[in-house]
């Protein structure tokens, strides 16, 4: 009898595999497989995310000129506008250090996690904790890994302490007004969401932009933070909805939130009605 004719006398060989191949993906998988599957799609996603900031940093590092005579031209201009404007500069100082600085943001990130504990909320008040801590222990990180000097310019306006490469403060307000949106947009009545994203880009941009005329970073400095505050909170947003994946809550989109099921609300408001909602205790 021939090998061939030995493989196939043996019982149930054939009709099994073809079950196995038959039978869904979905089926076959369990809970660990399901867990291994997010958790590279999720690895994949934020090696992804961390792209340009990687990019930035090699440019960065090897001195590119182009890049340098960009920091260099826009730091030398708004420093001559701000000599020239002792008004402006005491605006700007405001702004970096009450309206937009890292200790704002980061008590607004507070208020808002122990919110979150008092709806039960308990993973969504982890998330916004770490996402907060990640990035300020990640851009020190950077910070001190890079050690690259602050501009030096004549006459400063201003003084900051420590390294520059990235901006702590463009990094906080980035991963801080990512954390009150993706909490809040939920509590938002639609008509007024557009407002909320305009209000949180424009306090990002803002900060960035008060940095570099302060003479305290470079522009690659500030999109650095950006970049990489981008790179945390994609991270971390990830894991989250891999979670809601887990429990079977459906996935989201950042218009909707992290957790829709905050507010208890209708898929389209009553005409004359507003969009609004109740939080759940």
């Not at 008060?210 to 690659?220: M, Q, Y």
């Not at 505050?229 to 947003?237: D, E, I, K, N």
Request: hydrophobic share 50%; net charge positive; glycine share 8%.
């Amino acid at each position: 009898m021939t090998e061939r004719s030995e493989r196939s006398d043996r019982p149930g060989l054939r009709p099994r595999a073809r079950r196995l191949l038959a039978r869904p993906v979905s089926g076959r998988t369990g809970p660990d497989a399901r867990f291994g599957t997010r958790l590279l799609a999720t690895s994949a996603a934020t090696a992804l995310a961390a792209v340009p900031f990687s990019l930035a940093l090699v440019l960065v590092e090897s001195r590119w000129p182009p890049l340098r005579r960009l920091d260099q031209g826009a730091a030398e201009w708004l420093h001559r506008t701000a000599l020239d404007h002792p008004a402006w500069v005491r605006m700007l100082e405001f702004l970096t250090h009450v309206a937009w600085g890292p200790l704002t943001m980061r008590l607004l990130v507070a208020a808002v996690v122990v919110w979150l504990l008092w709806q039960r909320a308990i993973r969504l008040a982890a998330w916004a904790s770490v996402t907060a801590v990640a990035g300020g222990l990640v851009g020190l990180l950077a910070k001190n890994a890079v050690e690259r000097a602050r501009p030096h310019l004549p006459d400063p306006v201003s003084q900051a302490p420590g390294f520059s490469f990235p901006s702590g403060h463009a990094m906080t307000a980035t991963t801080s007004c990512a954390v009150l949106l993706l909490v809040l947009l939920p509590l938002v009545p639609r008509g007024w969401r557009p407002a909320a994203w305009a209000l949180a880009v424009s306090a990002v941009l803002g900060v960035g932009g008060t940095r570099v005329a302060l003479g305290v970073h470079w522009v690659s400095d500030v999109v650095g933070g950006w970049l990489l505050g981008l790179a945390v909170v994609t991270a971390t947003t990830l894991a989250f909805e891999a979670w809601r994946g887990d429990v079977g809550r459906p996935l989201t989109t950042p218009a909707q939130g992290l957790e829709p099921e905050l507010v208890t609300a209708h898929p389209e408001p009553p005409a004359g009605g507003r969009d609004v909602g109740r939080p759940r205790s």
